[in-house]
T-cell receptor, first 114, second 115 residues
Framework: AQKVTQAQTEISVVEKEDVTLDCVYETRDTTYYLFWYKQPPSGELVFLIRRNSFDEQNEISGRYSWNFQKSTSSFNFTITASQVVDSAVYFCALKTGTASKLTFGTGTRLQVTL | EPEVTQTPSHQVTQMGQEVILRCVPISNHLYFYWYRQILGQKVEFLVSFYNNEISEKSEIFDDQFSVERPDGSNFTLKIRSTKLEDSAMYFC?????????????FGEGSRLTVL
């Protein structure tokens, strides 16, 4: 069975602060895929990044960066210099092997204020 | 940019009524999914569909639910006799990767309110 834990339910920061969203996953499969999705107030789910279990190389994309560490089963997401438009619920998700099912965490609500 | 589209955006129905939610996945995608999100809660997997049949379903997806791809473009979710607890946002998603390892692209959701 797989599980995704996002221990932070809600985070509030002031614009321009850096913020890290934590994600811890559990799976017995050796092949798996990790995702981050953003859900803005309008409700849609927006894909941000996908990582597979063979690739621990961390990535930076603009103000976003991801830190994947198999040793601690974590896939954390950092926003640098946060902006009000980053306010949303962020979901970490896991897919194992060739299974169809994407298992989501409970989400972290990020509130960025001026 | 191609996108997944869903209709209706919001439907209100009486308990016991049948509801059909419609989705048009991205045209060259191979896998299709329905997920739901009860207000304020996490996103839950319902069913996946590949090669004109269900490939996986969750325990939520009981006999009240069915999916269909009636033509080459639409993908529908039917709830036969709605219950109050079916009130949720229903998301359709599609994926291009035949090995089913790629990211899912979600529609904007259909909000179902059962009274």
């Amino acid at each position: 069975a797989q599980k995704v834990t996002q221990a932070q339910t809600e985070i509030s920061v002031v614009e321009k602060e850096d913020v890290t969203l934590d994600c811890v996953y559990e799976t017995r499969d050796t092949t798996y895929y990790l995702f981050w999705y953003k859900q803005p107030p309008s409700g849609e789910l927006v894909f941000l990044i996908r990582r597979n279990s063979f690739d621990e190389q961390n990535e930076i994309s603009g103000r976003y960066s991801w830190n994947f560490q198999k040793s601690t089963s974590s896939f954390n997401f950092t926003i640098t210099a946060s902006q009000v438009v980053d306010s949303a619920v962020y979901f970490c998700a896991l897919k194992t092997g060739t299974a169809s099912k994407l298992t989501f965490g409970t989400g972290t609500r990020l509130q960025v204020t001026l | 940019e191609p996108e997944v589209t869903q209709t209706p955006s919001h439907q209100v129905t009486q308990m016991g009524q049948e509801v059909i939610l419609r989705c048009v996945p991205i045209s060259n995608h191979l896998y299709f999914y329905w997920y739901r999100q009860i207000l304020g809660q996490k996103v839950e997997f319902l069913v996946s569909f590949y090669n004109n049949e269900i490939s996986e379903k969750s325990e939520i997806f009981d006999d009240q639910f069915s999916v269909e791809r009636p033509d080459g473009s639409n993908f529908t979710l039917k709830i036969r006799s709605t219950k109050l607890e079916d009130s949720a946002m229903y998301f359709c998603a599609s994926s291009w990767d035949s090995a089913n390892t790629g990211e899912l692209f979600f529609g904007e959701g259909s909000r179902l309110t059962v009274l």
